[in-house]
């Protein structure tokens, strides 16, 4: 079964954790409502006791780091008489001394936690705090661009895809269809790429019963991402930025397009696309 955004992303930043602050442990998780976080993701560590452990706002370490909503650190975890003292047994089972938590934070609110560590009482520096703060930011915008992606899927799963639909209702398709399509490289989880894949098709036959004119012409998915674009009024220049080419690329891909379709113009290749179920 393939692994959920939230997993692969938090893997990710607690391997750069480690590799750019030097600690050699690093775990973290998820809220699972607006109090609790869970332990899913560890990265360094010698036993299984942090694995599952379930995080409460204001409760050790990383719960006050919830609460506050801002990085939080000890020198030595069991002495500490700033924090709680509930999870002492699964910290100590791993041998953690000094520890550091940093809240991911999307949109003012909490969405998870990060931990880095060492199994010796040594006060933390700027550097390291610096690498846990980046190493959650990572995380943030993986979220961000998830939570984009499902606003946009419950958008075009209620709008009506009416061949008979007023243009005005077919312009917020097309717009949605576009974001949907500059969003699906920035995807990682591959059940949420394959269904906002699907959708942007369903959008575009839509768009082909509307226009019917057969046509076998294949386009790459970069070509349909430019085309899409060009069809919301787009620069080259624009383009590239939304899609994070180079403006060269994108002219590139655009004359590949038009060869494609057999098309002179960008006009011409919008429309079509249209007509070939291509785009909305």
């Known amino acids: 079964m393939p692994e959920s955004v939230d997993a692969v992303e938090m893997q990710k930043a607690l391997l750069r954790l480690r590799r750019t602050s030097g600690l050699p442990v690093a775990f973290g998780g998820l809220l699972s409502d607006a109090r609790h976080a869970r332990i899913a993701e560890l990265n360094g560590a010698q036993t299984s006791a942090l694995r599952g452990l379930v995080i409460s706002a204001g409760s050790g370490l990383g719960g006050k780091s919830i609460a506050l909503s801002r990085p939080c650190a000890v020198t030595d975890y069991h002495s500490s008489r700033h924090i709680s003292h509930e999870y002492d047994l699964a910290v100590a089972a791993e041998g953690l001394r000094s520890v550091v938590a940093v809240p991911v934070v999307v949109r003012r609110k909490v969405r998870g936690v990060l931990y880095g560590a060492l199994r010796a009482p040594i006060t933390l520096g700027d550097r390291t705090f610096d690498a846990a703060v ?12 998830r939570d984009e992606v499902q606003q946009l899927l419950a958008v075009t799963r209620e709008q009506v895809t ?26 990682i989880d591959p059940a949420l790429r394959d ?15 509307r226009m019917p004119q057969p046509c076998d012409v294949k386009l790459a ?3 349909l991402d430019v085309l899409a674009c060009v069809a919301a009024g787009t620069t080259n220049a624009v383009a ?31 429309v079509a696309a249209r007509r070939a179920g291509l785009l909305p």
């Open 162 to 187: 009416d061949p008979r639909a007023a243009p005005e209702a077919w312009e917020d398709v097309r717009e949605a269809h576009r974001e949907l399509r500059a969003l699906v490289p920035k995807v």
């Open 134 to 145: 980046a190493a959650a930011r990572d995380v943030e915008q993986a979220l961000v661009v």
């Open 195 to 209: 269904e906002l894949l699907a959708v942007c098709g369903r959008l575009a036959s839509a768009a082909g019963a």
């Open 221 to 223: 998915p970069r070509e």
């Open 240 to 270: 590239a930025e939304r899609l994070g080419l180079r403006p060269e690329t994108v002219k590139g891909y655009l004359r590949s397009a038009m060869r494609k379709l057999g098309a002179h113009t960008r006009l011409e290749a919008v």
